[in-house]
């Protein structure tokens, strides 16, 4: 079965300072990758997604993540972040194979606080 | 297009009580998800469908049940309420290729007391 750790469940910065936050996964299997972000009040929207091919990915609104696949890793990372950063950021993965429901295992989320 | 759309947005319950939520989704997405999402936990999921008439069990399943009469639109029930149903339900719809990107609506609140 597929799980997905993300060990930085609350994180407090100040404008300007770096982002990163983990996230690993168990799978025996080739993988897809995802960043989601919710917004306070909003629903959740996709932030950058790794299929194949290079292993660093750029996002949106300046977010980007690096696939290690020796260390099961997708990490979110930011260089300066923005009060409007402010956020729960999701991983979530699922097997690369395509089969029925291919259903996405998430983890349990990091909350982001930008103090301004 | 407005996307996945939810109703209710919020809900009150009284346990024994059942309610029906509603997904609808106007990009002609194959599969379709039902999430609860608590805090610490993520997003969990209950049940999901592969297309019109298809549904099959998630993770959490226990206590809901689905219907997919048609395409654009996924149900979710909850028959005899328990207060550990008390969560923020997420619907999701995909075309269902490879990569799976997961279009979620906006979330309904539901309290069971």
């Known amino acids: 079965a597929q799980s997905v750790s993300q060990h930085n469940h609350h994180v407090i910065l100040s404008e300007a300072a770096s982002l990163e936050l983990g996230c690993n996964y168990s799978y025996g299997g080739t993988v897809n990758l995802f960043w989601y972000v919710q917004y306070p009040g909003q629903h959740l929207q996709l932030l950058l997604k790794y299929f194949s091919g290079d292993p660093l990915v750029k996002g949106i609104k300046g977010f980007e993540a690096e696939f290690i696949k020796s260390k099961f890793s997708f990490n979110l990372r930011k260089p300066s972040v923005q009060w409007s950063d402010t956020a729960e950021y999701f991983c979530a993965v699922n097997s690369a194979v395509v089969r029925a429901g291919n259903m996405l295992t998430f983890g349990g989320g990091t909350r982001l606080m930008v103090k301004p | 297009n407005a996307g996945v759309t939810q109703t209710p947005k919020f809900r009150v319950l009284k346990t024994g009580q059942s309610m029906t939520l509603l997904c609808a989704q106007d990009m002609n997405h194959e599969y379709m998800y039902w999430y609860r999402q608590d805090p610490g936990m993520g997003l969990r999921l209950i049940h999901y469908?592969?297309?019109?008439?298809?549904?099959a069990k998630g993770e959490v399943p226990d206590g809901y049940n689905v219907s997919r009469l048609k395409k654009q639109n996924f149900l979710l029930g909850l028959e005899s309420a328990a207060p550990s149903q008390t969560s923020v339900y997420f619907c999701a719809s995909s075309w269902g290729g490879r990569g799976n990107e997961q279009f979620f609506g906006p979330g309904t609140r539901l309290t069971v007391l």
């Open positions: 469908s592969v297309g019109e008439g298809t549904t």
